[in-house]
């Protein structure tokens, strides 16, 4: 098993920052992609961004892209999601999710939220 466990999240007001980092333990985190999703109340939960294995490659979904940037650090086994000019919208529980093999994200963690106010 992989536990994540996140954290960095907060109430900020629009046009403001946050920084969120999410940490593995129990498996070897370098052989995963790393992503983080968000879920809005009353929505279901959506892609934001992922990272590979080997940093080489990030991906963001369309409403974050220039915000948003995606990093690990797999000596301290963290991914990190950088979040600048946050607009209401991005109000959500952000959870951070480890795949290995398929296109199936095998391990979450619990969340955390994140609150924009305008």
């Known amino acids: 098993q992989m536990q994540l466990v996140e954290s960095g999240g907060g109430l900020v007001q629009a046009g403001g920052s946050l920084r969120l980092s999410c940490t593995a333990s129990?498996?070897?985190?370098?052989?995963?992609?790393m992503a983080w999703f968000r879920q809005a109340p009353g929505k279901e939960r959506e892609f934001v961004a992922r990272?590979?294995?080997?940093?080489?490659?990030?991906y963001y979904t369309d409403s974050v892209k220039g915000r948003f940037t995606i990093s690990r650090d797999n000596a301290k086994n963290t991914v990190y999601l950088q979040m600048n000019g946050l607009k209401p919208e991005d109000t959500a529980v952000y959870y951070c999710?480890?795949?290995?093999?398929?296109?199936?994200?095998?391990?979450w963690g619990q969340g955390t939220q994140v609150t924009v106010s305008s």
């Open positions: 999710a480890a795949r290995i093999d398929s296109q199936v994200y095998n391990y």
């Open positions: 990272i590979s294995q080997t940093v080489t490659n990030t």
């Open positions: 129990g498996r070897t985190f370098s052989r995963y992609v």
